[in-house]
């Protein structure tokens, strides 16, 4: 356990969640936050995770509800193929799985297994991870994300995109306001350590990242980038704030995920100026 990680959790459990946010948002942009009257987007996220609605989003962020919102916007192309799901990974019938997989939780963020052959599968390590994965999300943290805690954990099966790799393909995160896409952060340089861009919807570089947290290249324009514009538009219109999770592989777009806490509401890699930005097309409706 990490200081930062003690301290978070030492002031949650000291002053709750309010102050634990405060002193964060401080930690990372040397000013207190305004939640009565938020300017910039991470105040505005934040503000609105406090109130106890939040946890409506619950079955958008669970990654087995989502897929009911995505057909009901007439996108089922869009998403993976699901060969089963449980609430105890012990049940897992590897038998009836396809040759390769991938086995996540439906509310976790990583550590995923991907399974591209099963018959050189450790069967008893994958439930085992499985079963910590389910173990992962605390109280602690789950509180500090409370649309999390409010999903019922479970391990579920899905197609794999095989890249050839141990790497997931690029994800296209589109930041939506208003329900309209506004831009896109990407992660890149994940095989040393990961760091992220920016950029409008023709593929330029907005200049909204940090620089301790810029990449020493960027990677080209997808090929999609309009269509995955337009799937974004159609899956956040119901939403003030959303952002919505791409995949682009071999001609076809996949659906991710949607966040409504990215980076848990905090967004430390966006400069102070960009927040402000952001925030003034953040109007409620």
Not at 76 to 85: D, V
Not at 112 to 137: A, G, M, P, Q, Y
Not at 204 to 209: C, D, H, R
């Amino acid at each position: 356990m990490n200081l930062k990680y003690f301290l978070s959790k030492a002031i949650y459990y000291l002053f709750g969640t309010r102050i634990n946010y405060s002193f964060r948002y401080f930690h990372n942009r040397k000013h207190f936050p305004n939640f009565k009257n938020p300017k910039d987007l991470s105040e505005r996220i934040l503000a609105s995770m406090l109130s106890p609605a939040f946890t409506q989003v619950e079955k958008y962020v669970d990654k087995v509800k989502v897929r009911d919102y995505i057909r009901i916007k007439g996108l089922e192309n869009i998403l993976l193929n699901h060969y089963g799901m449980w609430k105890n990974p012990d049940k897992i019938d590897f038998a009836e799985l396809p040759h390769a997989f991938a086995l996540k939780t439906n509310n976790g963020c990583g550590n995923h297994v991907f399974c591209k052959d099963k018959s050189s599968l450790n069967i008893e390590d994958c439930v085992n991870r499985l079963k910590k994965n389910l173990e992962k999300v605390e109280a602690f943290e789950s509180s500090l994300e409370p649309q999390y805690k409010a999903v019922s954990p479970l391990v579920f099966c899905e197609e794999l995109i095989d890249t050839g790799s141990d790497r997931w393909p690029t994800d296209y995160k589109f930041m939506c306001i208003n329900g309209v896409p506004d831009h896109i952060f990407l992660g890149t340089e994940r095989e040393t350590k990961v760091k992220y861009g920016t950029f409008d919807l023709e593929w330029n570089i907005l200049p909204y990242t940090k620089k301790e947290f810029m990449p020493k290249s960027y990677p080209k324009k997808p090929k999609y980038l309009k269509e995955m514009a337009e799937i974004a538009k159609v899956l956040s219109e119901d939403f003030d704030f959303v952002r919505v999770d791409l995949y682009e592989y071999e001609d076809k777009i996949y659906f991710g995920e949607l966040t409504f806490s990215p980076w848990g509401g905090f967004l430390y890699s966006y400069t102070d100026e960009s927040l402000k930005i952001m925030g003034k097309k953040f109007i409620k409706k």
